[in-house]
T-cell receptor, first 111, second 113 residues
Framework: KAGVTQTPRYLIKTRGQQVTLSCSPI?????VSWYQQTPGQGLQFLFE???????NKGNFPGRFSGRQFSNSRSEMNVSTLELGDSALYLC??????????FGPGTRLLVL | GDSVTQMEGPVTLSEEAFLTINCTYT??????LFWYVQYPGEGLQLLLK?????DKGSNKGFEATYRKETTSFHLEKGSVQVSDSAVYFC????????????FGGGTRVLVKP
């Protein structure tokens, strides 16, 4: 099976802009989770979607949002970008309550 | 809330040396425990997991045993290679929290020839 894919791999934006990141899960996986990785805060959970519904949400401001489509593909959106949003954004997919498999990540740089 | 604490790095070793990375956790229930590895410029790869007390996870020469009495899940490898140089993350998930993973801060390991 193909692994988790994320697009784009790299992105440069300026403060105040918005960005949309995409994640395609492993075929058959209905759960998609998003994580933010920064040198200062480490790996932090953003949210999880299962069958198009948000099941869980981390402690991030409302500028961070996501959605999941009927084919299980997921997008996350960050509005009004801040310098501190520069990070590696990782997507993971799994069957329900099973091991999560991660994609290569999208590296976002906010200038 | 749940938390994971792992030893800070970097850990620098010579090839064929023994590696131990300590990991302890705090959880309200009975979590599943994981070790993930991240190579430069890549995402996370699952290294091994254990889902209940006294389970031993193993893969590629790495091992970790779920110790409920000491709330620990230490990672060990008997003989490291240069290719084991990476960042290692200990993590837990609780069923009540869905698929949410709580990670430790990561330990960078550098193996020198």
């Amino acid at each position: 099976k193909a692994g988790v894919t994320q697009t784009p791999r790299y992105l440069i934006k300026t403060r105040g802009q918005q960005v949309t990141l995409s994640c395609s899960p492993i075929s058959g996986h209905r759960s998609v989770s998003w994580y933010q990785q920064t040198p200062g805060q480490g790996l932090q959970f953003l949210f999880e979607y299962f069958s198009e519904t948000q099941r869980n949400k981390g402690n991030f401001p409302g500028r961070f949002s996501g959605r999941q489509f009927s084919n299980s593909r997921s997008e996350m959106n960050v509005s009004t970008l801040e310098l501190g949003d520069s990070a590696l954004y990782l997507c993971a997919s799994s069957e329900l309550q099973e091991t999560q498999y991660f994609g290569p990540g999208t590296r976002l740089l906010v200038l | 809330g749940d938390s994971v604490t792992q030893m800070e790095g970097p850990v620098t070793l010579s090839e064929e040396a023994f590696l131990t990375i300590n990991c302890t956790y705090t959880a309200t229930g009975y979590p599943s425990l994981f070790w993930y590895v991240q190579y430069p410029g890549e995402g996370l790869q699952l290294l091994l997991k254990a889902t209940k007390a006294d389970d031993k996870g193993s893969n590629k020469g790495f091992e970790a045993t779920y110790r409920k009495e000491t709330t620990s899940f230490h990672l060990e490898k008997g003989s490291v290679q240069v290719s084991d140089s990476a960042v290692y993350f200990c993590a837990l998930s609780e069923k009540a929290a869905g698929n949410k993973l709580t990670f430790g801060g990561g330990t960078r390991v550098l193996v020198k020839p």
